[in-house]
């Protein structure tokens, strides 16, 4: 394992950044350990390009979620907005999502979740926030609208739902018949005030869009648990009377599917493809597919990247957004219909949160509107021409980021490695840091601003971060993110632990004072590493999984593992052993702390309390949070302020 020597330095003076990507506005330094972030959950410009409509609200100390969250209009010519009044007023969980506009750009539709329950209504409103009127109350869970060509607008529901939707939230209650039939997520379409099942009863819906001139959609969809069986999903094309015909199904049981989408002239759908361990947290090649049936193309294969987002341009080539290594990008790749070389249009040490290839565009003027942020730049909304784009909100401005951020680079075992070192300005000789192993596993740490939270608080005390992305991660094409099926926990932490030596080579880091943390599968990472290496002091472990052969049973996505184990827990429970953390327990002498929400059903709280329990009995020093009616993430800032004073706590009484 050597390191390679590949150093890129971002400065927090932003002086990485190109003219063009510059905030316009500039404001008063404060800091960033203390004042709240404005996070923008979703961007959406007007078809005429005149308007851009938002999502937005503070993130919480120590917290990501907003837990007030406003739905804000934006006239891109000043700057303009208006902040549009909610039926249920500006209190937490009444919260505005899945913004469309109307084809003519004279108001934005939106679903409202109600306060407390699981019942969501529609919604549509001017710019000028005049004429906001009801559309449609219902039962259950609403998202993902869309608009069709001929104007009517179309939604994935769920009748009668128990929870909200997707694996990471909390789950119902384990109580019951655990064998009665599902809720399903289908496509509807508004009809007066009612809705019209445009999908069979029998499939859940992930994600779908309009075929033209109102043909029907395209959408990825499985029988069954629709937050278990996302892992399984096909790809169908759904008739104008709901009928369902299989486009794509993956043949190998080592690909998921998303982002599709169908060309202009409605002859083509675009989708990623690829191995992705979580719904929503996509990466992949892309391949394209006739919508009147034939064997799909893979456009952009053996790519050194990930597919994140698709979309077609307005004059009909097909749109990405990549990751490539520490790069975002917005790539052509041609009309989809061969193997293409993708076309650079933009590339950034930044992240842009848009849901067409990484961005929301206007058409016919292909103006675009995108969320985005980088470790020193708090977050924005952009509009305007690609590359010649410019701030459109400055709620965050003036908010720095004390420190140095470095992309490096090395290499292990044939590998290319990239990682991100997060160094105070002005070290005080050989200082602490903590690596933080992000989930997944296939996903990615990616430039993001962080607030009142454990990067400010660690930068504060003079010590270092460090995000390693190994290999199991998008970023470096399918290959790599591959690299670690049936083997948890041995090649990832070479890479990381390589990583490490590298920081250590390039930066004044106390190898005796090394922390870990990480949450998800960087949970289990965490668990995993004090097991096999006492290299580090002190560690700790959010929603981690110590048991694999247990955890099969007690999850509500063990789906997911197949793809990863090649066989279930019963079939195959050697793989499954040798890769879990309580078999190994004896070797730990690392400090340990670990926190879980007891309503997790990706990683159930008691894997974490098994853990704990082991080394309680070990005499290993470790403590433990459950967190109640919480699931995989804290939602609630009590709970996220309480975990963030624990886990500096923690690092305080063995890092110092």
Same mark, same amino acid.
């Given at each position: 394992?050597?390191?390679?020597?590949?150093?890129?330095?971002?400065?927090?003076?932003?002086?990485?950044?190109?003219?063009?990507?510059?905030?316009?506005?500039?404001?008063?330094?404060?800091?960033?350990?203390?004042?709240?972030?404005?996070?923008?959950?979703?961007?959406?410009?007007?078809?005429?390009?005149?308007?851009?409509?938002?999502?937005?609200?503070?993130? !919480?100390?120590?917290?990501?979620?907003?837990?007030?969250?406003?739905?804000?209009?934006?006239?891109?010519?000043?700057?303009?907005?208006?902040?549009?009044?909610?039926?249920?007023?500006?209190? !937490?969980?009444?919260?505005?999502?899945?913004?469309?506009?109307?084809?003519?750009?004279?108001?934005? %539709?939106?679903?409202?979740?109600?306060?407390?329950?699981?019942?969501?209504?529609?919604?549509?409103?001017?710019?000028?926030?005049?004429?906001?009127?009801?559309?449609?109350?219902?039962?259950?869970?609403?998202?993902?609208?869309?608009?069709?060509?001929?104007?009517?607008?179309?939604?994935?529901?769920?009748?009668?739902?128990?929870?909200?939707?997707?694996?990471?939230?909390?789950?119902?209650?384990?109580?019951?018949?655990?064998?009665?039939?599902?809720?399903?997520?289908?496509?509807?379409?508004?009809?007066?005030?009612?809705?019209?099942?445009?999908?069979?009863?029998?499939?859940?819906?992930?994600?779908?869009?309009?075929? =033209?001139?109102?043909?029907?959609?395209?959408?990825?969809?499985?029988?069954?648990?629709?937050?278990?069986?996302?892992?399984?999903?096909?790809?169908?094309?759904?008739?104008?009377?709901?009928?369902?015909?299989?486009?794509?199904?993956?043949?190998?049981?080592?690909?998921?599917?998303?982002?599709?989408?169908?060309?202009?002239?409605?002859?083509?759908?675009?989708?990623?493809?690829?191995?992705?361990?979580?719904?929503?947290?996509?990466?992949?090649?892309?391949?394209?597919?006739?919508?009147?049936?034939?064997?799909?193309?893979?456009?952009?294969?053996?790519?050194?990247?990930?597919?994140?987002?698709?979309?077609?341009?307005?004059?009909?080539?097909?749109?990405?957004?990549?990751?490539?290594?520490?790069?975002?990008?917005?790539?052509?790749?041609?009309?989809?219909?061969?193997?293409?070389?993708?076309?650079?249009?933009?590339?950034?040490?930044?992240?842009?949160?848009?849901?067409?290839?990484?961005?929301?565009?206007?058409?016919?003027?292909?103006?675009?509107?995108?969320?985005?942020?980088?470790?020193?730049?708090?977050?924005?909304?952009?509009?305007?021409?690609?590359?010649?784009?410019?701030?459109?909100?400055?709620?965050?401005?003036?908010?720095?980021?004390?420190?140095?951020?470095?992309?490096?680079?090395?290499?292990?075992?044939?590998?290319?490695?990239?990682?991100?070192?997060?160094?105070?300005?002005?070290?005080?000789?050989?200082?602490?840091?903590?690596?933080?192993?992000?989930?997944?596993?296939?996903?990615?740490?990616? =430039?993001?601003?962080?607030?009142?939270?454990?990067?400010?608080?660690?930068?504060?005390?003079?010590?270092?971060?460090?995000?390693?992305?190994?290999?199991?991660?998008?970023?470096?094409?399918?290959?790599?993110?591959?690299?670690?099926?049936?083997?948890?926990?041995?090649?990832?932490?070479?890479?990381?632990?390589?990583?490490?030596?590298?920081?250590?080579?390039?930066?004044?880091?106390?190898? @005796?004072?090394?922390?870990?943390?990480?949450?998800?599968?960087?949970?289990?990472?965490?668990?995993?590493?004090?097991?096999?290496?006492?290299?580090?002091?002190?560690?700790?472990?959010?929603? @981690?999984?110590?048991?694999?052969?247990?955890?099969?049973?007690?999850?509500?996505?063990?789906?997911?593992?197949?793809?990863?184990?090649?066989?279930?827990?019963?079939?195959?429970?050697?793989?499954?052993?040798?890769? %879990?953390?309580?078999?190994?327990?004896?070797?730990?002498?690392? =400090?340990?702390?670990?926190?879980?929400?007891?309503?997790?059903?990706?990683?159930?709280?008691?894997?974490?309390?098994?853990?704990?329990?082991?080394?309680?009995?070990? @005499?290993?020093?470790?403590?433990?949070?459950?967190?109640?009616?919480?699931?995989?993430?804290?939602?609630?800032?009590?709970?996220?302020?309480?975990?963030?004073?624990?886990?500096?706590?923690?690092?305080?009484?063995?890092?110092?």
């Amino acid at each position: 394992m050597a390191f390679a020597g590949s150093l890129v330095v971002l400065a927090a003076s932003r002086a990485h950044a190109t003219p063009a990507l510059e905030p316009a506005a500039a404001g008063v330094s404060a800091d960033p350990s203390t004042r709240l972030v404005r996070r923008y959950l979703q961007a959406v410009i007007a078809p005429n390009g005149a308007y851009v409509a938002s999502v937005e609200g503070d993130s !919480p100390p120590g917290g990501y979620y907003p837990e007030i969250r406003d739905l804000v209009i934006r006239r891109v010519a000043d700057g303009v907005e208006t902040r549009i009044a909610l039926p249920c007023g500006r209190v !937490p969980q009444c919260w505005p999502s899945s913004l469309a506009w109307s084809p003519d750009g004279k108001h934005v %539709s939106f679903a409202l979740r109600a306060p407390g329950s699981h019942a969501y209504a529609v919604y549509d409103v001017a710019p000028s926030g005049a004429d906001l009127r009801r559309l449609l109350a219902f039962s259950g869970t609403i998202t993902d609208l869309k608009y069709g060509s001929d104007a009517t607008l179309a939604m994935l529901a769920t009748e009668n739902a128990r929870k909200e939707v997707g694996a990471t939230e909390a789950g119902a209650a384990v109580a019951g018949d655990l064998d009665a039939p599902p809720a399903e997520q289908r496509i509807a379409m508004l009809t007066g005030d009612t809705l019209q099942w445009a999908s069979p009863p029998d499939l859940f819906v992930y994600q779908y869009d309009w075929r =033209p001139a109102g043909n029907g959609f395209v959408g990825t969809a499985a029988p069954g648990d629709g937050d278990n069986n996302w892992w399984t999903a096909k790809l169908y094309s759904f008739g104008p009377a709901g009928a369902a015909r299989v486009l794509y199904a993956p043949a190998d049981g080592k690909q998921q599917l998303a982002d599709p989408t169908v060309s202009r002239d409605g002859k083509t759908v675009a989708f990623i493809a690829g191995i992705m361990s979580d719904f929503g947290s996509t990466g992949g090649d892309v391949y394209t597919v006739g919508l009147d049936g034939g064997a799909a193309l893979d456009v952009t294969p053996g790519m050194q990247a990930s597919a994140t987002s698709l979309g077609w341009s307005c004059r009909g080539t097909l749109r990405a957004a990549l990751l490539a290594g520490d790069q975002d990008e917005i790539v052509e790749l041609g009309t989809g219909n061969a193997v293409a070389t993708p076309h650079v249009l933009w590339r950034g040490m930044e992240t842009l949160h848009g849901e067409q290839a990484g961005a929301s565009w206007a058409c016919p003027s292909e103006t675009l509107a995108a969320a985005y942020e980088s470790f020193t730049i708090a977050p924005e909304i952009r509009v305007g021409r690609i590359g010649r784009w410019h701030d459109l909100t400055h709620a965050n401005a003036g908010q720095t980021a004390p420190f140095e951020v470095r992309s490096l680079s090395w290499r292990n075992e044939g590998f290319d490695v990239q990682g991100w070192l997060l160094m105070p300005t002005h070290p005080s000789g050989k200082i602490p840091m903590v690596t933080v192993v992000h989930g997944g596993p296939a996903a990615a740490s990616r =430039p993001a601003f962080s607030g009142p939270g454990l990067r400010g608080a660690l930068i504060q005390r003079g010590w270092a971060i460090f995000y390693p992305n190994p290999r199991g991660s998008f970023g470096q094409g399918e290959r790599f993110t591959a690299a670690n099926i049936r083997d948890f926990g041995y090649g990832d932490l070479r890479d990381i632990l390589a990583g490490i030596d590298a920081t250590e080579n390039t930066a004044p880091i106390d190898a @005796g004072r090394l922390g870990l943390t990480g949450g998800s599968y960087g949970g289990f990472m965490t668990m995993w590493t004090v097991t096999q290496t006492n290299r580090f002091k002190a560690a700790v472990a959010a929603a @981690g999984i110590s048991n694999w052969l247990s955890y099969y049973g007690e999850n509500g996505i063990d789906a997911w593992m197949l793809p990863y184990f090649g066989a279930s827990a019963y079939d195959d429970p050697a793989i499954y052993a040798r890769s %879990s953390p309580i078999n190994y327990i004896k070797n730990v002498r690392t =400090p340990t702390f670990e926190y879980v929400g007891d309503r997790d059903i990706e990683c159930p709280a008691p894997q974490t309390q098994e853990f704990w329990h082991a080394l309680k009995a070990r @005499g290993v020093p470790t403590e433990i949070m459950i967190y109640p009616g919480e699931g995989h993430g804290l939602r609630d800032p009590a709970n996220a302020q309480d975990a963030l004073e624990r886990t500096l706590s923690w690092f305080d009484k063995y890092l110092k």
